[in-house]
T-cell receptor
Framework: TQLLEQSPQFLSIQEGENLTVYCNSSSVFSSLQWYRQEPGEGPVLLVTVVTGGEVKKLKRLTFQFGDARKDSSLHITAAQPGDTGLYLCAGAGAGNQFYFGTGTSLTVIP | NAGVTQTPKFQVLKTGQSMTLQCAQDMNHEYMSWYRQDPGMGLRLIHYSVGAGITDQGEVPNGYNVSRSTTEDFPLRLLSAAPSQTSVYFC?????????FGPGTRLTVT
């Protein structure tokens, strides 16, 4: 059962543009994480959000957790080629399990 | 610290063969897990362990076995490989909500 849907699935933009990636679910999560994965490597944790409505910033990346803790967004300002990768959201459910989203593949063209 | 290590990096099996994917971590984390990653599906949890001697099933456990005899090691066994098990497998350990992933094993079953 896929509990988290991400959109868009693929995104190709020019360097300097802004973008937003969405992570949506009908389930409530106690926390939500965002990862970035590069080809041939495992995912690397970017951020964890815990409180509904929480906003966290990591340099040019802004993460928001929905008020109802069912959805989240990732906004990148002035994208750079180094931002290229697969972005994954993951919600913490019952029993120590994390449920991953379908992923958004981002390509930033120089 | 090496973090989370996985071997082998690549593996090709014939249908019906068995094999063990190795995973080790040197961070003394109690929680370890195995995921598989398929295109358009994100990562799906296979099995997890909250400590030595304790394992539990995740979202897609059928066809896989695990054991946890030490804190450091968490091998994943394929009992009788099937083409549907062609995937990229990731091992992860977790501490205080932060997951650390290994580099993955790309498995092809013909």
């Amino acid at each position: 059962t896929q509990l988290l849907e991400q959109s868009p699935q693929f995104l190709s933009i020019q360097e300097g543009e802004n973008l937003t990636v969405y992570c949506n679910s009908s389930s409530v999560f106690s926390s939500l994480q965002w990862y970035r994965q590069e080809p041939g490597e495992g995912p690397v944790l970017l951020v964890t959000v815990v409180t509904g409505g929480e906003v966290k910033k990591l340099k040019r990346l802004t993460f928001q957790f929905g008020d109802a803790r069912k959805d989240s967004s990732l906004h990148i300002t002035a994208a750079q080629p180094g931002d290229t990768g697969l972005y994954l959201c993951a919600g913490a459910g019952a029993g120590n399990q994390f449920y991953f989203g379908t992923g958004t593949s981002l390509t930033v063209i120089p | 610290n090496a973090g989370v290590t996985q071997t082998p990096k690549f593996q090709v099996l014939k249908t019906g063969q068995s094999m063990t994917l190795q995973c080790a971590q040197d961070m003394n984390h109690e929680y370890m897990s195995w995921y598989r990653q398929d295109p358009g599906m994100g990562l799906r949890l296979i099995h997890y362990s909250v400590g030595a001697g304790i394992t539990d099933q995740g979202e897609v456990p059928n066809g896989y076995n695990v054991s946890r005899s030490t804190t450091e090691d968490f091998p994943l066994r394929l009992l009788s490989a099937a083409p549907s098990q062609t995937s990229v497998y990731f091992c992860a350990s977790k501490r205080q909500g932060k997951q650390y992933f290994g580099p993955g094993t790309r498995l092809t079953v013909t």
